[in-house]
C-alpha cells in the first residue's frame, strides 16, 4: 500500500516537472481582452540588463490557472502553466533567453482560466533586454521605519543577477550600533567605507589591501564624517560634516531632518588628515558631496545658514562645485552649477555619470533630506549643454537616492512608489543619447515578497562585483579602536571657526 | 501509542495550516501532554507510581503557578514578541547559530496570548527537561536523592519564570542540550567504536552548536567529557580527547569560516540579539548544575555498564521519597513566591488592560492597590477620562509625576512608546501617534501589538497603501489573521462597524492646520488640537490636567472657557479646587472674581483646608499629616505637597 502511494508521488512529480518545463504548446481556445493584465511588480515596458536575475511577477487577475507565453527572436518560446498567479521563472532559461535577446526584447502573453473554464488572453506586453550589463551587486542599508531609534540593521550586498543576499555587516554582531553611508569608489568593492555610529563609532575605511577604522572627528569640525564622495584616485574621500536636527509636524508630512550647519571636509587616506577650505566651511550650509569623475572638481549642495531667518519650507539648496588639485591639496573658485531660485526648488544628491556628462539629482520642495518628503523628484541635468530635464518616471511619493551603475548606462534610486511607506530600489536604463527607461523594481524570487517587507532600502550603490572582505578582519577593525584622524595644519583655522564652527553658533 | 501520538501531530498541524480555533489547541494540547506523560514514562524507568502521582501533583501546581499567579498573557504583554510567518525573518534566523533556537521559542512563545496555551506550553517544556534528565540520571544507578537531583531545575524554572522577560528560548536550550546529551550517552552505550563515538559526537555538537549557540554546545561537549571520563576504557579516552579538541576548534571553525560572529559569541552565545534584559544568575546555575550532577553522581560510584533501565526502583514509599515530594512542592512554592516580582506584575497587569481598553478592570485594579509608578500614573489618567473621571478623580490617584504622569513623551524609556502611540491615537493627534508606533516598532518588529496600532493610525489618516503593508504583514502571525483579514476588508469595503466607529470618531478630531509637535511642551499641542476642533474633549481635560498638574493656574483660567463645548453638568471637583485656590489668590492680591459659582461644599472644604493650615501656624509640613487624611485626595494637597513643581522633583534619565 505505501509503495504504491511512493509511486504515484513520484509519477504526479515527473509529470509536474515535464509539464512546467515544457508546457503546453499554446492555449487554442481563449477570448482576447484588450487590457493589459494587472500583475505585480510592474514590469511593462521596462528595459532590463541581460544579467538580471529572473523577474518573477504575481498575476494580480483572479483564476483557477494561469498560462504565461514568452516569445522572442533569438530564443525558443518558454511557457509556464502555473495553479498560483506567481510566476517564477528557472533562472538558467531566464538568462539564456536574455543573453541571445540582447538589444531586443521578449514579448509577454498571459492567459488566465476564469471559474466559467474559459481561457481569457490579456494584451501582450514587452520587455526590453539591453546591450549593457549593469554592475553585479546592490549594496543597501536595511533599515526599519524609524525617526529617532534604532535597533536591528545591516548592510547586504545582493547579487543582481540572482537572488542571493547576504550581509556585509550585521549591527547584531556589533554592538547593535548604527551604521549608515557605505560608499565606494567607481563601484569597487575593493575601495569602500561606511560609518558606525554609537558603540564602537568611526569610519571604516577599505582602501585596497588596507581596512582601517577612522575618527574624522577633529577639534576644527562640527562632526564626524557624514555624507561621503570617493574622489576616484581612491586616496580621498570627501565629506560633509553636519549638525543634524529633527522636528515632526502634526498635520500631512511626518517629520523634517534639516542641518543647523554643515562644511565640507576632505579624508587624505595615506596621511590620514582631514582638510577643508574657509571657501567651503562657509557660515552657508554645504553638504553631499561628488567629484566629478576626472576628479578635478567637487560638486555639492548649499544653502543659507540657519542664522538667517528662513523658515523651513524656505530652505533650498543650490548646487555649486569647486575645483580641488589632490596632488597640492590646492582648493579653487567656487562656480555655480544651478540655482534653486532658477527652479524654485531645493537641489540635492548630485551623482555624476562616469563619463562625466549627465548629473542626476533630486529637486524638492525645500530641505535636502528627501527620503521624507514626497515632493522630492529626480532630475538629470546635462553638463555639457546646461540643460536640465525631469526624469520621465518620477512618481508622486519620495523618489530619492540614486547610484550609477560603472558603465553609466543603469541607475538605482530609492522609491516609495509601490507603498507610500518603505523606500525600495527601482532601476533604470539610461541610454547614450541621456533618454532614460522606465524603471523596474529590484526583483525577487517570490514576488509577493514586497507586499509584506516593512523596512528600507536605504542608500543603494551599484558595486561590479561582491565585496569579500574578510569578515573576522571586518568584524575585528569594526569592533576595534579607530585610529584618529588630524587636521590640516596649512588650514587656516581662523576661516574654519569663522564659519560654521559648531561651538560658534 | 505511537499511532496516537503521530496522529496527534498529524491534528496539530493540519489545525496551524488551516484558521483553527484555539480550543481546539488547547484540547489537542492537554490530550497530546497525557499521551506524551504515559508514553514517556516508561514502566522500566519509573516503576514507582507514587513518583508518577508526585510527578502529576508537582507539574499540576507548576501549571497552576503559570497559569494563575504569574499569567502568561502577561508574560506575552510583557515581551510583546510574535512569530511571523515571513520567510525573510525565518532566513534571517537561520543565519547565525542559536538562531533556530530562538526561532523555535518564538513560535512557542505566541502561545502565552492564550494563557492555558501559554501555560501548557512551559509546563510541558519543563516537565520534558525534567523526564530527561531522570533518565540521564539513571544510567548512573539509583540513589536517594535522584528525585531531588531531576527536579531541582523545575523548581528554579518556575522561579525564573516570575520574571517577565524571561525569554523562553533559555528553557528551550537547555532541553536540547540535555536531549543531546541523552542522544549522545544512548550511542555511546550502544556503539562500542571510538570511531564511530567521535563520528557521532561531532554531528550532535555541530548540530547543537548551529541551533543553540556557542555556550550550549560547550555545556553539552563538558557533559559529554565528564560522561566519557567515568568510562575506564582506552577507547573512551580517545574520545574525551576528541570531544576536548573539539570543544575547542569548532567554535573557532565557526567564527572563521561559517558565520559571521564575534569571537565571544562563537564561544559563549547564549542571549539572542537585541535582548536587553539581564539575564538571572540562576539561569546559569541551572546550565551548569547538570555537570555538577554527572560529577556528583561519579563520586558516589562509576556508570554502571548495564543499562540504567535495569536499576532496581522502590516500589515503596520510602521516607526519604516522602521528604523529596514535600520538598519539591513546597520549594517550587516558595521559590515561585519569593522570586516573584510583584510590583512588574503589577505594572504589566495595569499595562495590559489599557492596551485591550479594560478601563473599569484597571481604575479596579488601581484603586485597590494605588501605585507610584510612572506608567501606572499615565495609564490610570486615560482610564479616568475614559470614563469620564479624569476631572473629577484625578487626585484621588498619586500624582507624583505631575504632567510626566500625563504624558510620557518628555521622557521616554522604550517600554512607553507603544502606549504613548495608543494615547495619541486616543487623542486624535494621530501622525504623532504613527511616529511613536514607528519607534515601537523599530524596538521590537516582532510585535503584532505594535503593527496592529500602526495600521489603525494609518486607516485613520486614509494612508492606505501603508496600512495595506501593516495588514499584509500582520496577516503573518498565526493569531491575528483575522483581525489582519477584518481591516483589509475595512479598507476594501469599509463594511466593519467596530473598525468605522473608532475610525470616524478619530477622523472627526484630527488636527487640520499643521503645527510643529512640541515634545517637551505637549500643552502647545493640545492646545493646537483644541484650537482646530473645539469638540476634542480629550484634548481639553488633558490640556486642563496638565496645566493643574504644572501648578499653573493661570494658563488653567485662561482655557477654561473651552469647557463651554462640553456638556458638564456641574463644574468638575479639580476644577472647582482649582478656581477656589485661584480667586483666594487674587482675592489676597486684592482681585476679586465675580461670577465664579462655586458650591458651598467645596468652599467649606477649603475653609476647613485653610483652617487646618491655620492651625499649624501656616506650617506645611506640621499640617501635611492632618490636611492628607481629611484633603489628601484634592487639588489643594496636591499643588501644596505632591505637585513636582513644588517639591522641585525632576526625573534624571541614565
Not at chain 1, 521563472?89 to 543573453?99: A, G, V
Not at chain 1, 540572482?162 to 550581509?167: D, G, I, L, M
Not at chain 1, 549638525?243 to 590620514?272: C, P
Request: glycine residues 4%; positive net charge.
Amino acid at each position: 500500500m505505501k509503495k504504491v502511494a511512493y509511486y504515484n508521488y513520484i509519477a504526479l512529480f515527473l509529470a509536474f516537472i515535464a509539464f512546467s518545463c515544457t508546457g503546453p504548446s499554446g492555449i487554442k481556445d481563449y477570448e482576447e481582452v484588450t487590457d493589459y493584465p494587472e500583475f505585480f511588480p510592474d514590469y511593462r515596458d521596462v528595459v532590463v540588463p541581460p544579467n538580471i536575475a529572473p523577474l518573477n511577477f504575481d498575476i494580480k487577475e483572479e483564476g483557477k490557472k494561469y498560462f504565461v507565453s514568452i516569445s522572442s527572436e533569438n530564443f525558443e518560446p518558454v511557457n509556464i502553466i502555473s495553479k498560483s498567479p506567481v510566476i517564477r521563472f528557472k533562472e538558467k532559461i531566464w538568462r539564456k533567453m536574455l543573453t541571445s535577446n540582447k538589444g531586443g526584447q521578449i514579448k509577454i502573453n498571459i492567459y488566465v482560466l476564469g471559474e466559467d473554464r474559459k481561457w481569457t488572453r490579456y494584451k501582450q506586453f514587452a520587455i526590453e533586454v539591453a546591450n549593457e550589463d549593469i554592475d553585479d551587486y546592490l549594496a543597501y542599508r536595511l533599515i526599519n521605519v524609524g525617526y529617532v531609534l534604532w535597533e536591528k540593521m545591516a548592510i547586504y550586498q545582493r547579487d543582481l543577477t540572482s537572488f542571493k543576499e547576504r550581509p556585509i555587516l550585521h549591527n547584531r554582531n556589533t554592538g547593535d550600533n548604527c551604521m549608515n553611508c557605505h560608499s565606494f569608489c567607481n563601484n569597487d568593492p575593493e575601495r569602500a567605507m561606511f560609518h558606525m555610529r554609537g558603540k564602537y563609532s568611526g569610519t571604516v575605511v577599505e582602501a585596497g589591501d588596507s581596512l582601517f577604522k577612522v575618527n574624522l572627528k577633529t577639534p576644527y569640525t562640527m562632526s564626524a564624517g557624514v555624507y561621503p564622495s570617493w574622489h576616484p584616485d581612491g586616496q580621498h574621500i570627501a565629506f560633509s560634516v553636519n549638525m543634524v536636527r529633527q522636528w515632526f509636524h502634526a498635520v500631512g508630512k511626518r517629520n523634517e531632518v534639516y542641518d543647523r550647519s554643515s562644511d565640507l571636509i576632505v579624508y587624505d587616506i595615506k596621511t590620514n588628515t582631514v582638510t577643508t577650505s574657509p571657501k567651503v566651511s562657509t557660515k552657508r550650509r554645504e553638504t553631499l558631496p561628488t567629484w566629478s569623475p576626472d576628479g578635478r572638481f567637487l560638486y555639492y549642495c548649499s544653502a543659507p545658514g540657519s542664522n538667517d531667518t528662513l523658515s523651513y519650507d524656505k530652505v533650498k539648496y543650490d548646487l555649486l562645485r569647486i575645483g580641488y588639485d589632490t596632488k597640492n591639496n590646492e582648493w579653487g573658485e567656487v562656480d555655480t552649477v544651478l540655482l534653486s531660485s532658477a527652479l524654485g526648488r531645493s537641489i540635492s544628491f548630485p551623482k555624476i555619470s562616469p563619463d562625466g556628462r549627465y548629473l542626476i539629482f533630486c529637486l524638492a520642495s525645500h530641505g535636502y533630506f528627501n527620503i521624507y518628503n514626497a515632493t522630492s523628484d529626480l532630475y538629470i541635468l546635462d553638463l555639457q549643454t546646461g540643460e536640465y530635464y525631469p526624469y520621465p518616471y518620477n512618481s508622486d511619493c519620495e523618489d530619492s537616492y540614486h547610484s550609477w551603475s560603472s558603465n553609466g548606462r543603469w541607475f538605482v534610486f530609492s522609491s516609495k512608489r509601490s507603498n507610500g511607506l518603505c523606500t525600495k530600489p527601482y532601476i533604470s536604463y539610461f541610454d547614450s543619447d541621456g533618454k532614460s527607461h522606465k524603471p523596474f523594481l529590484l526583483p525577487q524570487k517570490d514576488p509577493k515578497f514586497y507586499y509584506s517587507f516593512v523596512l528600507n532600502y536605504n542608500v543603494p550603490e551599484l558595486v561590479k562585483s561582491a565585496v569579500s572582505i574578510d569578515r573576522n578582519k571586518l568584524l575585528e577593525v569594526a569592533t576595534g579602536d579607530p585610529i584618529n584622524a588630524s587636521f590640516d595644519k596649512n588650514v587656516n583655522i581662523d576661516a574654519l571657526s569663522g564659519a560654521t564652527k559648531y561651538n560658534e553658533m | 501509542m505511537h499511532y496516537n501520538l503521530s496522529s496527534l501531530f498529524t491534528k496539530i498541524i493540519i489545525k496551524i495550516s488551516n484558521d483553527f480555533q484555539i480550543h481546539d489547541i488547547v484540547k489537542i494540547s492537554s490530550k497530546l501532554s497525557i499521551i506524551l506523560y504515559l508514553y514517556f514514562f516508561d514502566p522500566d524507568i519509573m516503576k514507582s507510581r507514587y513518583s508518577i502521582i508526585f510527578s502529576a501533583i508537582f507539574f499540576a501546581i507548576f501549571f497552576i503557578c503559570v497559569l494563575l499567579f504569574i499569567k502568561p498573557e502577561l508574560i506575552y504583554h510583557s515581551q510583546l514578541s510574535g512569530f511571523s510567518f515571513d520567510k525573510y525573518s525565518l532566513v534571517e534566523y537561520l543565519a547565525y547559530p542559536g538562531g533556530t533556537t530562538e526561532c523555535i521559542s518564538l513560535f512557542l512563545f505566541q502561545f502565552n496570548i492564550y494563557p492555558v496555551a501559554g501555560a501548557l506550553v512551559y509546563t510541558l517544556l519543563t516537565f520534558l527537561i525534567v523526564f530527561i534528565l531522570t533518565m540521564i540520571i539513571n544510567y548512573y544507578g539509583s540513589s536517594k536523592l535522584d528525585l531531588l537531583l531531576a527536579y531541582l531545575p523545575a523548581v528554579f524554572i518556575g522561579g525564573l519564570l516570575t520574571n517577565y522577560s524571561f525569554h523562553l528560548v533559555f528553557i528551550l536550550i537547555l532541553l536540547i542540550m540535555l536531549l543531546f546529551f541523552y542522544a549522545f550517552i544512548s550511542i555511546m552505550k550502544r556503539f562500542k567504536s571510538a570511531l564511530v563515538r567521535i563520528i557521532s559526537f561531532v554531528i550532535l555538537s555541530a548540530l547543537i552548536y548551529y541551533m543553540s549557540g556557542g555556550l550550549a554546545f560547550l555545556i553539552f561537549s563538558l557533559l559529554a567529557f565528564i560522561y566519557v571520563l567515568t568510562k575506564s576504557e582506552i577507547r573512551s579516552i580517545i574520545v574525551a580527547i576528541a570531544i576536548f579538541v573539539m570543544a575547542l576548534a569548532l567554535p573557532y571553525l565557526a567564527y572563521r569560516y561559517v558565520f559571521m560572529i564575534s569571537l565571544g559569541d562563537a564561544y559563549l552565545k547564549l542571549i539572542p540579539p537585541y535582548y536587553y534584559a539581564k539575564v538571572d544568575f540562576i539561569l546559569y546555575g541551572i546550565y551548569f548544575y547538570m555537570p555538577i550532577v554527572l560529577l556528583v553522581k561519579k563520586a558516589v560510584g562509576r556508570v554502571p555498564e548495564s543499562s540504567a533501565k535495569t536499576a532496581p526502583q522502590p516500589e515503596k514509599m520510602t521516607p526519604a521519597m516522602l521528604v523529596q515530594y514535600i520538598f519539591l512542592i513546597l520549594a517550587l512554592i516558595l521559590v515561585v513566591h519569593f522570586m516573584f516580582q510583584k510590583d512588574e506584575k503589577y505594572k504589566i497587569l495595569v499595562d495590559y488592560y489599557a492596551y485591550n481598553k479594560q478601563w473599569d478592570k484597571l481604575l479596579e485594579v488601581v484603586t485597590h492597590e494605588p501605585s507610584k509608578d510612572r506608567l501606572i500614573t499615565f495609564h490610570t489618567n486615560r482610564a479616568l477620562y475614559h470614563k469620564g473621571r479624569l476631572c473629577e478623580s484625578m487626585f484621588d490617584y498619586p500624582q507624583v509625576w505631575g504632567v510626566d504622569g500625563l504624558f510620557l513623551s518628555r521622557y521616554m524609556v522604550p517600554g512607553e512608546l507603544l502606549p504613548t502611540a495608543e494615547l495619541y491615537i486616543d487623542l486624535g493627534h494621530v501622525n504623532d501617534a504613527i511616529h511613536w508606533g514607528n519607534e515601537a516598532f523599530v524596538q521590537n518588529e516582532d510585535s503584532p501589538q505594535i503593527i496592529e496600532q500602526l495600521i489603525i493610525a494609518n486607516i485613520i489618516l486614509g494612508n492606505y497603501k501603508p496600512a495595506q503593508l501593516y495588514i499584509n504583514s500582520l496577516r503573518k502571525y498565526l493569531f491575528f489573521r483575522r483581525k489582519a483579514c477584518n481591516y483589509d476588508r475595512y479598507i476594501r469595503n469599509g463594511d466593519l462597524p467596530d473598525i468605522d466607529i473608532l475610525v470616524k470618531e478619530k477622523r472627526s478630531i484630527l488636527p487640520v492646520n499643521d503645527f510643529a509637535v512640541n515634545r517637551e511642551q505637549p500643552d502647545h499641542d493640545m492646545i493646537r488640537l483644541l484650537e482646530d476642533n473645539h469638540r476634542n474633549k480629550m484634548a481639553f481635560e488633558y490640556l486642563m490636567a496638565y496645566y493643574l498638574l504644572n501648578n499653573d493656574l493661570g494658563s488653567f483660567i485662561k482655557h477654561i472657557n473651552y469647557a463651554d463645548n462640553f456638556n458638564y453638568v456641574s463644574v468638575p471637583k479639580s476644577y472647582e479646587e482649582a478656581l477656589t485656590l485661584y480667586a483666594f489668590e487674587m482675592q489676597k492680591r486684592g482681585k476679586v472674581m465675580e461670577n465664579l459659582r462655586l458650591s458651598k461644599k467645596t468652599l467649606g472644604n477649603f475653609a476647613d483646608y485653610l483652617g487646618i493650615l491655620k492651625k499649624y501656624e501656616g506650617d506645611r509640613a506640621k499640617a501635611k499629616r492632618e490636611l492628607e487624611k481629611k484633603y489628601g485626595n484634592t487639588y489643594w494637597f496636591y499643588i501644596h505637597y505632591i505637585s513636582p513643581v513644588t517639591t522641585k522633583k525632576k526625573i534624571i534619565i541614565k
